[in-house]
């Protein structure tokens, strides 16, 4: 059965980089893999055209899809826009909630040729490859009630985190598989010690552990769990947290790979459906200049042919073609240092096609 992807480029870099992901995924059609590959407008291109930064024949595109590459939105042309609602992160933030995006994967994975570019010893980092699930629909970001507000002549700001037995179960389920999947450790970050809600989340993990008895299962408060990431991020296999925890602690583990331009993500819903997307934005300081990496988009594809589509073949095929372009010592300006050759975003891209081809 033929199954439908949606690519939205959206802004800045977004269209350069999705290109050379597309033609990636061309490559796997003329290989076999049975999709439709369909494009869309989002961000702030879509609000040009249409006014609006989720039109509604994106969003029908994208329910109707069976995985969702997505470039970046955003830019200073679109800042000025006085209705926070037509902003181009809208777009974004509109596709997770209408499509119940719930879990969030972001592998922070260390390319041993890119050892160097790290902020911290090659020894610590050589080898590095954590998954951290993240829970991306609830939590503090999105608990009620929130607000400021005047209480006893003084303005308050308040929010609430909340979390349900059965969200936290969900992204749970998620976690335990994914650790299924690889080195077979489960460290669920909390604030236990603190937090009712945490000890509500420590609870439910604790409760499904049993379910998957090949998993090995920890905790850990997430200050600890920052101290970690720095001190021996090798210790993670499978790291699981909620969205705000899984939004700083992240972040912290992206850096310890050198650069942004090296990471893909996914965000699945209870269907499978996900969208895949690099973790930086649009770049608009380098957008147009053919000087963006687009390696972190084409491991997004990577990514979903793993997560959504069941092609774990192919993907390893892009990784292993990613490896072997680094391996000839081909950089981006980003990953460039002396030694290597600095190439274009659509070198870069024909690179890893050609590679492709021979691993
Ligand atoms: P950014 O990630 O776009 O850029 C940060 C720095 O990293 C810049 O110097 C940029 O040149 C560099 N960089 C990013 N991606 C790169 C790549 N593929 N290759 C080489 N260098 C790369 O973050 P920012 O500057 O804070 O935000 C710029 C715009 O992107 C803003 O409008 C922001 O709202 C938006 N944004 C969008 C997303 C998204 O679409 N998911 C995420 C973050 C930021």
Redo the contacts with the bound molecule.
Sequence with gaps: MSRNILVLP?????PE?TREAVKILDACRQDGLDVTVEEALV?GAAYDTHGEPLPEVTLAAAKSADAIL???????K??KIEDLSKR??KG?LGLRKHLGLFGNLRPAVLYPQLAEASSLKPEVVSGLDIMIVRELTGGIYFGQPRGIEKRGGERVGFNTYVYSESEIERIGRVAFEMAQKRGRRLCSVDKANVLEVTILWREVMDRLAPEYPDVELSHMYVDNAAMQLVRAPKQFDVIVTGNMFGDILSDAAAMLTG???MLPSASLNESGQGMY??????????AGKN????L??ILSVAMMLRYSLDESELASRIERAVGRVLDDGLR???IAYAGTRQVSTQEMGDAVLDAFHHV
């Excluded at 997505?70 to 200073?76: D, F, T």
């Design positions: 959206g802004d800045g870099i977004g980089i961000g997505l470039g970046a939105v955003g830019g200073p679109w800042d181009p992160e974004l650069s942004i331009g997307e690099p973790c930086h934005g649009s770049a608009p300081d380098i000087m963006a990496n687009p972190a988009t981006t300006a980003d």
